[in-house]
């Protein structure tokens, strides 16, 4: 398997290689040259299948001569066995005879991002053994990403991990998942700033050839292709279950970056028969507008109780352009570069026709969240956080074809955003037992001016340098 720039020019990569790059040279995202296909056979026999055994199944293709069978079975072992507080790994709750949950916050720090971050963490290791550069992850958090890849890298052969996030800006129990990992490839940085500054920050070391000439950066934002890999494993995971390939399934996403849901239109391109993804959006209804009216274009971010969703610019969705608009990496390119220049695109007729054959999409507000929240608690008994209500309200107001089950993908434990559950609902949801004694263990981090400088020179003292 070779992946492909979506902007044409960059080299093409193997699998080793474009999992340690991150974002391409000539500023593009990589993606698979072609999309593999499975028969509606081979999907009827991941019937039964435990969670890793999908997981084995779904990816083997992407991994090309980066891993054989076996090493991929052992790291999916090692990533989700043990590691996830559910033995189905990613379990689907019933709500009622049509809508069904699928459970992805059951990791160790309790939202979505772990089933990916977890694989990466232990790929990240396998790749770098043997090679002769020690590997600086840096990286950027409003929140749910930096716990996440922190609790994935920790300890981890040949890698260091700098995780900056905006002081005083993140929850508490979004702070203490990040700065109570002791480890010491782990190095916590409060920036005195906003999320955008922390992200500017980590773009320009990216960007700076004296910063990144010196260490062997990389990157842990959706932007990399093998967290887009492990999260196609979990739609397929629930389709068959719920019937597939015989049965069509519709699935309802609480959409930021727009990692998740292209994940889920790539199980579609190899066949899973989905036959609507619905994006929801918060407020903050960028990818709303451009799958509604083909207008992508920037607006002021809002903060709201869904700060995962809190976004104006979706990085994947140039993937979904560039996969649309015939794959020509020459017209896509233009087409972003004036993006960057403007702050606005207008999608192509063939953009739009492709996309409006999966894609719905929803703007929700807060008072129809706090309404969802409300709902699935009385109807069904089932508290469920901020993400997941607007992509519930999203999936509930959708026009769908005939009876088909609806799948809302549940991406946050409800008692990571207790405030905003408590609020709508009455009830204050518990942290589970895993996360323990959070609130009574040390922290680590240092207070660092969001300035280049400030940064680079805290970073470049700490980083192990390429040899
Ligand atoms: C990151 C995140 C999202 C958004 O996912 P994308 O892949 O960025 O679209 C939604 N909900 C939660 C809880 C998240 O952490």
Redesign the pocket.
């Known amino acids: 398997m070779r992946y492909v720039s979506t902007r044409g020019s960059a080299p093409v990569l193997d699998f080793e290689q474009v999992t340690l790059t991150g974002l391409a040279a000539d500023g593009g995202l990589y993606v698979p040259e072609a999309w593999p296909r499975f028969s509606a056979d081979q999907i009827a026999d991941m019937a039964g299948l435990s969670y890793v055994e999908t997981a084995v199944r779904v990816m083997l293709p992407f991994v090309g001569d980066s891993l054989d069978e076996d090493a991929l079975r052992r790291l999916c072992e090692q990533a989700y066995q043990g590691r996830f507080a559910h033995g189905a790994v990613t379990p689907l709750v019933q709500l009622d005879h049509r809508h069904w949950l699928l459970e992805l916050f059951h990791g160790p720090t309790l939202?979505?991002?772990d089933v990916a971050m977890q694989l990466l963490g232990l790929l990240f290791e396998r790749f770098i053994t043997g090679a002769k550069d020690h590997l600086t992850v840096v990286g950027a958090t409003s929140g749910?990403?930096g716990s996440a890849a922190i609790d994935a890298l920790a300890g981890r052969e040949g890698v260091d991990i700098f995780m900056l996030h905006p002081r005083g800006r993140v929850s508490e129990v979004q702070r203490r998942q990040m700065t109570t990992v002791l480890a010491p490839n782990v190095h916590n940085i409060a920036i005195d700033g906003n999320f955008d500054q922390a992200q500017a920050l980590v773009k320009a070391m990216f960007n700076d050839p004296g910063f990144s000439g010196k260490f062997a950066l990389s990157a842990v934002n959706?932007i990399n292709w093998a967290r887009l890999m492990a999260q196609i494993v979990y739609y397929f995971y629930a389709a068959v279950r719920l019937g597939a390939p015989e049965r069509e399934v519709a699935f309802s996403?609480?959409?930021?970056?727009?990692?998740?849901?292209f994940a889920g239109y790539v199980a579609a391109r190899m066949g899973l028969p989905v036959v609507r993804l619905i994006v929801a959006t918060n407020i903050n209804d960028i990818l709303h507008r451009a799958l509604s009216s083909g207008d992508y274009s920037v607006g002021e971010v809002t903060p709201t109780a869904?700060p995962?969703?809190d976004i104006q610019v979706?990085s994947?969705f140039e993937r979904l352009l560039f996969d649309l608009g015939g794959r020509d990496g020459g017209a896509l390119s233009a087409q972003m570069k004036a993006f960057e220049a403007d702050r606005r695109l207008q999608l192509s007729n063939s953009q739009c026709e492709g996309a409006a054959t999966l894609f719905t999409s929803c703007r929700v507000d807060p008072d129809e969240m706090a309404l969802a929240l409300r709902r699935t608690h009385e109807s069904a008994g089932q508290v469920v956080?901020p993400?997941t209500a607007i992509a519930l309200s999203a999936a509930r107001s959708a026009e769908l074809p005939g009876d088909v089950p609806v799948v809302t993908l549940a991406?946050?434990h409800p008692a990571k955003f207790g405030d905003a559950v408590e609020r709508a609902t009455g009830v204050r949801p518990t942290l589970p037992p895993r996360v323990g004694d959070l609130f009574e263990r040390e922290e680590r981090y240092d207070v660092i001016h969001a300035t280049f400088d400030d940064v680079t020179a805290h970073i470049a003292e700490l980083a192990t340098p390429r040899s």
């Open positions: 939202a979505f991002k749910d990403t959706s996403v609480p959409t930021g970056n727009f990692g998740d849901v869904a995962s969703m979706s994947n956080d993400h991406t946050a």
